[in-house]
């Protein structure tokens, strides 16, 4: 038996050492494999899609070296060259091996925005002068203009949009399942790029939707930390976020802030000075009583205090809708029987007075930050219209509405005597034979039972038949409480994930197949066809040879995974053979 897979070709082999033991490592076109001096099947295997990096030993070393990382947290595999020849041997290896990951990696970037190495990743944070803008508003940098030829193309060459391609390259990256797929089709040349997402645009739909909505600012109160340095200097650091934040949170200083920044203050002035004034101080450990003031931010305090203990402004009811409007109903309460809680109302007790202008701070900042959002509310120039129609929808109830009777047609039956004897059925079956008196009859079933005698002492045996059925019942009852195994429990794991593979594979062809039956797509009907021939004779052949020498179970969970999938390749064969134009019959001479 052959250490190898169906379609699996050696590229490069040398003998190598894995933890000290003697061996011969092999690079193949589908994974790196090493195999124990005199064993029979590899002990060491990894996918090229399951490596994720590789280390050389410098020149010059005593040894020969390589190690291979895999993308599974904490999994490396090391060898040492032994062979006369083991510094080219290493480099064959080397060279494979960068091979296979640069394939990947410009398969996988072909289509994505992504930046090469060494350059600045996008939407990296940076301090951006703030003057001539309002603070906390970050600028954007320009984007750099592209050269000719720059345009992207998509996983398999097919050009299109940037930003649909992108959408394509995130699609893949989150969902294995989907990646796995592509691989196998577009790469596998059985479908184009465009084939691929054509039944695919809802997904890319919602992930540009998704991509698209913007997150709400947090209306978390803001507080800022200072960062120790090794001189024992106090730190802050202001980005852009922070300042926005900090002049949302209180007004006063988005006021004082556009009123001196920057013609008479920097903005590194205007920021220390806040950090130094009672201002940014009044919630923290106090101040030292000897410090001078600050005419700045003691008058933008003294402006939030005042702010905080003002009680807010009535709202105006006038657009609230009738419906849900409570005070609409209050000539129909006269007489209330219950009094006012004077303890409910806002200041009236210390402890709420105290903390009001807290509360109120909260909810004032809490109303910046929606209006930031969602915009602020629209003034209402009167009241709502009332709208009769959704009145009535809203108070009537179907279940208290007069039933209507429906219209019924009368049966008109002419011969009532015939219409009951068709309805009773055939009565000539229980007639007496002509002949035959019935009191003979009364008498011979009285015989019967008369002479008829149970035996009660006599053991009840139980037939065979029952004992069997009962068995057989229990048996069922059984296996339907502990189900069968399925391939998932007896086929190795990528065995398991390879049928599943070929399944996808196999039905999204099917489905590709049974679209282009119409006559303007019979170019795509002869590819789809070559396509589903393929599947079934190497993929699925493939699939069956591997799963033999694991045993009649695994065969047969094998075979019960992919009948489905050779059912449905077999009928559309048959559709391709019976719709294929035949050619025209010679006439004889």
């Not at 003998?15 to 494999?33: E, I, S």
């Not at 041997?89 to 994505?112: C, P, V, Y």
């Not at 090794?230 to 900090?246: L, R």
């Not at 809203?394 to 049966?411: F, G, N, T, W, Y």
């Amino acid at each position: 038996m052959s250490m190898w897979e169906a379609g699996e070709n050696v590229t490069t082999q040398a003998a190598a050492q894995f933890r000290k033991r003697p061996g011969t490592a092999y690079l193949t076109n589908r994974r790196l494999a090493w195999v124990p001096q005199g064993g029979l099947a590899p002990t060491v295997s990894v996918k090229h899609d399951d490596i994720k990096g590789l280390f050389v030993n410098s020149e010059g070393s005593a040894k020969a070296m390589i190690k291979v990382v895999e993308i599974k947290p904490d999994t490396s595999h090391g060898f040492v060259f032994t062979s006369s020849n083991a510094l080219k041997e290493r480099n064959d290896f080397k060279e494979g091996i960068s091979a296979i990951l640069a394939e990947r990696n410009l398969r996988a970037n072909a289509n994505s925005g992504t930046p090469r190495a060494g350059s600045s990743p996008a939407g990296s944070p940076s301090v951006s002068d703030a003057s001539g803008s309002a603070p906390g508003t970050p600028k954007l940098s320009a984007q750099s203009k592209m050269g000719p030829g720059a345009a992207r193309r998509g996983l398999n060459g097919g050009a299109g949009p940037p930003s649909e391609l992108k959408v394509r390259f995130e699609l893949l990256k989150q969902n294995k399942e989907l990646a796995m797929l592509h691989k196998e089709l577009v790469m596998g040349k059985h479908v184009s790029e465009e084939e691929f997402w054509e039944s695919r645009k809802h997904l890319l739909r919602n992930k540009t939707a998704i991509d698209q909505q913007q997150k709400g600012q947090s209306s978390a109160w803001l507080d800022l930390k200072p960062q120790t340095g090794e001189s024992n200097d106090v730190k802050y650091i202001m980005t852009p976020q922070v300042i926005h934040s900090v002049c949302q949170q209180y007004p006063s200083i988005k006021r004082a802030y556009d009123a001196f920044v920057p013609d008479k203050l920097s903005e590194g002035e205007f920021w220390k000075r806040y950090f130094q004034s009672r201002f940014f101080h009044r919630s923290r450990s106090g101040r030292g009583a000897n410090e001078p003031d600050d005419d700045i931010f003691d008058k933008a305090l003294e402006e939030d205090e005042e702010e905080t203990k003002s009680a807010p402004k009535r709202i105006k009811l006038d657009h609230i809708n009738r419906l849900v409007d409570l005070s609409t109903t209050e000539e129909d309460h006269l007489e209330p029987f219950t009094t006012p809680d004077s303890t409910m109302a806002a200041g009236k007790t210390k402890e709420s007075k105290e903390a009001m202008p807290l509360i109120r701070r909260f909810n004032r900042y809490a109303q910046r930050v929606l209006n930031s959002t969602v915009g602020p509310k629209k003034t209402s120039t009167g009241p709502e219209p009332l709208n009769m129609s959704g009145v009535e929808r809203a108070i009537v109830m179907e279940d208290l509405r007069e039933e209507k009777e429906a219209s019924k047609v009368m049966l008109d039956i002419q011969d009532t005597r015939r219409y009951f004897e068709s309805q009773g059925g055939d009565l000539k079956s229980s007639r007496i034979a002509e002949g035959e008196d019935p009191a003979d009859i009364l008498e011979q079933l009285y015989q019967d039972f008369a002479t008829h005698q149970v035996e009660l002492n006599k053991p009840f045996a139980i037939p065979v038949t029952t004992f069997g059925t009962l068995m057989e019942n229990v048996r069922a009852n059984r296996s339907k409480m502990m189900p069968p195994k399925d391939g998932s429990q007896l086929l190795p794991a990528t065995l398991y994930q390879e049928a599943l593979s070929c399944h996808a594979a196999g039905n999204e062809i099917l489905r590709h197949f049974w679209a282009s039956t119409t006559p303007d797509k019979s170019a795509k009907h002869i590819r789809m066809v070559e396509s589903l021939k393929k599947i079934r004779d190497e993929n699925i052949e493939s699939l069956m040879t591997q799963a033999k020498p694991l045993g009649a179970e695994c065969w047969h969970a094998m075979e019960m995974m992919l009948k489905p999938l050779q059912s449905g390749i077999q009928k559309a064969l048959k559709r391709a053979e019976a719709s294929r134009p035949r050619p025209p019959a010679k006439k004889l001479p």
